[in-house]
């Protein structure tokens, strides 16, 4: 195979380097071609500007003779407008010509826009050899010298007055005599062999340019005939490396594409190390290979249905998302946890959909943010949902991929049901705070030294150490309308409890939980503010504040209700069982402590009493006997202490005795 191989390669890159000489050689052919194109250009430019500067000569020879002969100074004018064109002083006239002047007009020629070049500049920049230039330069030379000529006569044939006669004949002689027109035939002698010269040098550089891409004509015919030869013995070469023709390889490949591995391939007369052969090789590989693939699957079925078993014990699934397509990925668990139809194909909205309204931003903005500072890791629990109303609590945990040039590509990640763990666990530490906020009002009311103070440390407590929203305590007040009456509260920001309509009648201003706990002397609780008609009152208000539940417990003093203690929650289903137990019990102390702080007020204002009457008449209130006599007995004492007397006043008041008595 080697040794085939080889040879194939080879005469392939034999094959490559002949094309790439044919290439070469055309791209020679080509420039031999534009050279010859180059050298006509040339030689077409250099002979306009040898034509170019005979044509300015005899321009302005005319002129100056039609200036002298009419006496009109407009040809002048054009004189010295051809010469500044001449020497670069103006710019050219359009389309690369130099206007004649030999016909009289009624206005001078226009100025071209644009920079001026003088005629020799333009020469030497169109590659004209130096001896050219020199024949140009003395053409020019006798040209300049003959200009002054032409300058004197037109001067002369403007003079004016008696001696304009003689002026004006002595102009036509000077343009007209023999040694100006020696001078003008001087200055023709070199234009016209510069014109020879330009001539001979032009068509040399044609010829040569001629001769040379006929010679790459030649190579390249001679190159493309050896390619030929060289493709016959590439493909030869070919053959025998793959074994038989290339219909036959892509016959036997196309079967071996379509899983076909069963029927043996057929070599004729394939060499060993041939494509044909390794075909062979390759069928009886591949044949293995799909017979361990088979039983691969199968383990793979088998391990697909234990993962989807212990994702459905452990009440997890996984998913994955295509950053770049957008498209998700759910496993069956997951359709299960979300309770969807697996039918429907996930979407990132329809998860966003399921999440529960108040999480659902918060969500978005964890992944989104996590995907935004490329952090791997990502990781959320949050609430669900359900159709029915339930409501599930999911942990979810992701990574994301980026790519070498830090673009997410797929975030994967798995999502798991903790509703049952994570209400055991808030159970317990609800039912940790409510056993630490019993503690507190049971401190509280052992530290009470009145009712008012402890009312509103118990409200403080609650909102504080309960971590409820909004606390209050009610009183019942026995009027027409049954009102209730609210004499402490904590949590309330913005006077929602001022002009609070509630009652504690059978109407509907007493059927909410406040005014059902005092006429029931049960605690009334409320899971779902947003839905419970017995709210409909106050849904509005509640709603802006995020309360979401609420329970009321009735205080009993003396066997009679006295009002009712209302806690308010941001949770929904806030207040079960246990918690609700809890509440009660903070609720008897708390009415206990009422109880024992008016009967200490009251035992106060008895004291308070007797000490009264034993010393000031009940009826006058003024002071008794007994008050009077212990008063003058102590001033006595102090002024026999003192060496002093004391002076007693006495009026009877009229008929006071009968009174008093």
Not at 241 to 249: E, K, L, P
Not at 348 to 365: A, M, Q
Not at 441 to 454: D, F, I, M, R
Not at 609 to 630: G, I
Request: proline share 4%; glycine share 6%.
């Amino acid at each position: 195979m080697s040794k085939t191989t080889s040879t194939f390669t080879r005469h392939f890159w034999y094959t490559v380097a002949v094309l790439a000489a044919m290439v070469a050689v055309f791209g020679g052919y080509v420039v031999a071609e534009k050279a010859i194109d180059t050298a006509n250009a040339q030689r077409l430019r250099s002979l306009q500007l040898a034509d170019e500067m005979r044509r300015s000569s005899d321009d302005l020879t005319r002129l100056a003779v039609l200036s002298v002969m009419t006496g009109d100074d407009l040809y002048q004018r054009h004189y010295e407008a051809l010469l500044d064109i001449r020497e670069g002083r103006k710019p050219r006239p359009p389309r690369d010509r130099v206007t004649s002047f030999d016909m009289a007009a009624a206005v001078d020629p226009p100025v071209p826009e644009g920079v001026g070049m003088a005629l020799v500049d333009r020469m030497r920049s169109a590659g004209f050899v130096d001896q050219e230039l020199a024949l140009l330069a003395q053409a020019k030379a006798l040209s300049d010298s003959l200009t002054r000529t032409e300058r004197e006569a037109m001067q002369l044939s403007q003079v004016q007055g008696s001696d304009a006669e003689a002026s004006h004949a002595r102009a036509r002689a000077m343009l007209h005599d023999a040694a100006y027109l020696s001078a003008k035939a001087a200055i023709m002698a070199p234009i016209e062999g510069f014109h020879i010269q330009v001539m001979e040098r032009t068509q040399a550089a044609v010829a040569q340019a001629e001769r040379n891409a006929l010679a790459l004509r030649v190579v390249f015919m001679g190159l493309g005939l050896l390619l030929m030869f060289m493709l016959y013995r590439t493909s030869r070469a070919l053959r025998t490396v793959m074994g038989g023709t290339v219909d036959a390889v892509h016959a036997q490949i196309t079967r071996l594409g379509q899983g076909d591995f069963s029927a043996p391939l057929a070599l004729a007369k394939s060499e060993p190390g041939s494509v044909m052969a390794r075909l062979a090789e390759s069928q009886a590989k591949l044949k293995q290979m799909a017979d361990e693939r088979a039983h691969t699957q199968l383990e793979l079925q088998r391990s697909t249905t234990r993962l989807k078993e212990a994702e459905r014990l452990a009440l997890m699934g996984h998913w994955e998302l295509d950053l770049v397509t957008n498209a998700l990925i759910w496993s069956d668990e997951t359709y299960a946890i979300f309770e969807l139809d697996p039918a429907r194909p996930p979407l990132y909205e329809t998860f966003l959909g399921v999440i529960h309204p108040d999480d659902r931003e918060r969500v978005n903005k964890a992944y989104t943010e996590s995907v935004l500072r490329k952090e791997s890791r990502y990781r959320v629990t949050h609430r669900l949902q359900m159709p029915d109303g339930r409501v599930k609590h999911v942990h979810e945990r992701g990574e994301t991929h980026f790519s070498a040039t830090g673009e997410p590509l797929r975030t994967m990640g798995t999502v798991q049901d903790v509703t049952s763990s994570l209400q055991g666990k808030l159970a317990l530490e609800r039912a940790n705070r409510d056993l630490r906020l019993l503690s507190d009002c049971n401190t509280a009311l052992v530290h009470a030294e009145e009712e008012s103070g402890l009312l509103m440390e118990i409200c403080r407590l609650c909102v504080e150490r309960g971590g409820y929203r909004m606390a209050w305590v009610g009183y019942a007040v026995h009027d027409a309308v049954h009102s209730v009456r609210v004499v402490a509260q904590s949590g309330d920001q913005d006077g929602y409890l001022q002009n609070l309509p509630v009652t504690w009648a059978d109407e509907p201003h007493g059927r909410g939980p406040v005014g059902t706990a005092i006429r029931t002397g049960l605690p009334c609780a409320i899971d779902h503010i947003k839905s419970d008609p017995r709210m409909a009152m106050w849904r509005e208000q509640t709603g802006r504040r995020s309360m979401r539940s609420c329970v009321a417990l009735p205080l009993v003093c003396s066997a009679s209700v006295i009002g009712a203690l209302a806690l308010y929650s941001e949770e929904e289903d806030r207040f079960d069982p246990d918690e609700l137990r809890l509440l009660m019990e903070l609720a008897t102390d708390l009415a206990y402590g009422i109880s024992t702080l008016r009967t200490r007020a009251e035992h106060a204002q008895a004291k308070v009493q007797l000490e009264f009457l034993s010393n000031f008449d009940p009826l006058t209130h003024l002071p008794n006997r007994l008050l009077l006599r212990d008063r003058f007995e102590h001033a006595a004492r102090v002024a026999q202490a003192d060496g002093r007397r004391v002076s007693m006043l006495y009026i009877d008041l009229d008929h006071f005795k009968q009174v008093n008595d």
